[in-house]
């Protein structure tokens, strides 16, 4: 405890000069800003910015490239909540965050947001002060048979995610597996459902299936219904009542916890992390009834686990030298650049750049605070602009967010395609969150899965005799027998209360 504390005040020393706090402050603004255009996410920003940190000091640097990270995944949950339009990791606030919009409650549902990842990022930071010397380790624990089973766990959160009917949300959720699977196999390099397109080859980008089936289908659903509208109802009342406060707490404390666990584990992070969060709290919150209409909930525990999952995944890369997301992945060429080898001995021969790293996430959750919170009446006066004057700058922010992941135009027309796949799907009142589950997590079972048969020579059993697997299948034939329960009972109490 005392030397967690003792290298915390020594992190502090280098985090507070004023040169790391200049640069903090650069990358989360410069985070926020590009979560709030569509489509622009970390990634695409940092690989901008990357050739950047040969001219600035170490440490400054990659404090900087942070704060673009995690100022990043607040900044989205902005455009998703007023728009409807996400990023990768901020998918599920549109479900409640939008409908909060729908009935004038933007302020509330920012003000949410905002304090929410405060508290997700705080915890993370406390669990990477003193657990990230040795919690990285249990990542190597996780064998592909244990992740296989981990994705299977995914899947069952879409009886949570959905807000139609549970059958309606399983074929959305088979397509969104369909669509994962177009692109080259890795393992044999055979091309698969591609209708020999070059396009194709790569599979679909998940930044157009996000915009697609959610900001250019809003976007054409409210031009067909030719309303003079806003992305708002009413004024913007940013501070909660007491009872409001009380219901954010429980929420983002679990969001917390659910992210800053995910966060460690390579593949999960904040993408899994804001769909494990929000089907934690539709089970046991006590107002579960009112997710998914424009509950506090489904906003805090989201924002609580994007934030929490965004810090976490710092320590597989700097306590064993695994990038666990394509982000990490730039972060550590950052390291590298400068001289860094992230791995076991980080921390023992670069102590300084390790702490002062954890401590600037801190500082750099309360530039986010007072950024974001506070100014949120002027970052929303820009979209109080007439909707039929906004939505072409909007289109012009996805068309651009789409082009710059892979600087293909062809991205810009399978955005168009999945925009008006993602209108059909309003007029037909089909949930596209499930879809996007599928999309994200059915490649990675397919992976996970062929390596655990190649591992254990084509043998089943492997899934049983791991305990990690062996132990998340048995939650999920629990989990299954439970809803089959809980559906019977409905199911007889139903004529009864007709007849009543």
């Not at 009413?234 to 909660?240: A, N, R, S, V």
């Not at 998914?292 to 909930?297: F, N, P």
């Not at 820009?382 to 789409?402: E, H, M, S, W």
Request: glycine residues 10%; aromatic residues 10%; hydrophobic residues 50%.
């Amino acid at each position: 405890m005392m030397d967690v504390l003792h290298n915390l005040a020594f992190g502090f020393e280098h985090a507070l000069t004023l040169q790391n706090l200049m640069f903090c402050a650069i990358g989360c603004t410069v985070g926020t800003f590009v979560g709030l255009l569509p489509g622009l996410g970390p990634l695409a920003t940092i690989s901008l910015l990357l050739p950047l940190t040969y001219s600035i000091p170490t440490t400054s640097a990659l404090i900087m490239l942070a704060g673009i990270y995690y100022g990043a995944q607040y900044g989205d949950s902005v455009s998703a909540i007023t728009m409807k339009i996400p990023h990768a990791s901020s998918i599920v606030a549109c479900i409640d965050g939008y409908q909060m919009t729908l009935k004038g409650k933007t302020g509330l549902a920012l003000f949410t947001a905002g304090v929410s990842s405060f508290i997700g990022g705080t915890v993370a930071i406390v669990v990477l002060s003193f657990l990230a010397p040795s919690l990285g380790e249990v990542a190597l624990l996780f064998g592909p048979a244990d992740y296989c089973a981990l994705m299977l766990v995914g899947f069952v959160c879409v009886s949570f995610v959905t807000s139609g009917s549970l059958l309606n949300g399983l074929a959305m959720c088979l397509i969104g597996v369909l669509l994962g699977q177009i692109g080259t196999d890795v393992t044999s390099g055979a091309q698969r459902f591609t209708l020999d397109l070059p396009s194709l080859a790569d599979g679909i980008g998940l930044v157009s299936v996000a915009l697609g089936c959610f900001g250019i289908a809003e976007i054409t659903k409210n031009l067909d219904e030719r309303d003079e509208r806003t992305p708002f109802n009413g004024k913007i009342d940013l501070i909660p009542t007491w009872a409001e406060f009380k219901r954010i707490i429980p929420s983002a404390l679990r969001g917390s916890a659910v992210g800053s666990f995910l966060g460690i584990l390579p593949g999960g992070g904040p993408v899994i992390a804001q769909f494990a969060a929000y089907a934690l709290d539709k089970k046991v919150s006590k107002y579960r009834d009112e997710i998914g209409t424009g509950a506090i909930e489904g906003v805090a525990g989201q924002a609580a686990a994007d934030e929490a999952a965004a810090r976490t995944s710092f320590i597989p890369l700097m306590s064993i030298g695994i990038p666990e997301n394509p982000v990490m992945a730039l972060m550590m060429a950052a390291f590298i650049i400068k001289g860094i080898q992230p791995g076991p001995n980080m921390i023992s021969q670069h102590g300084e750049l390790f702490w002062g790293l954890v401590a600037s996430m801190w500082v750099g959750n309360v530039f986010l605070v007072v950024l974001n919170v506070p100014l949120v009446r002027y970052w929303l006066s820009v979209f109080k602009i007439p909707y039929n004057v906004l939505f072409p700058a909007i289109l012009f922010f996805c068309c651009v967010g789409t082009f710059s992941v892979n600087n293909n135009l062809e991205d810009i027309y399978t955005t168009a395609a999945f925009g008006l796949l993602g209108y059909v799907f309003m007029r037909l009142d089909l949930d596209a969150a499930p879809l996007m589950l599928g999309f994200i997590l059915g490649p990675m079972l397919e992976e996970y899965f062929r390596r655990a048969m190649l591992l254990s020579r084509g043998s089943f059993m492997t899934f049983v005799n791991r305990p990690i697997s062996g132990t998340l299948l048995g939650v999920i034939v629990v989990f299954m027998a439970w809803q089959l329960v809980s559906f019977a009972r409905s199911r007889r109490q139903a004529p009864v209360v007709a007849a009543a």
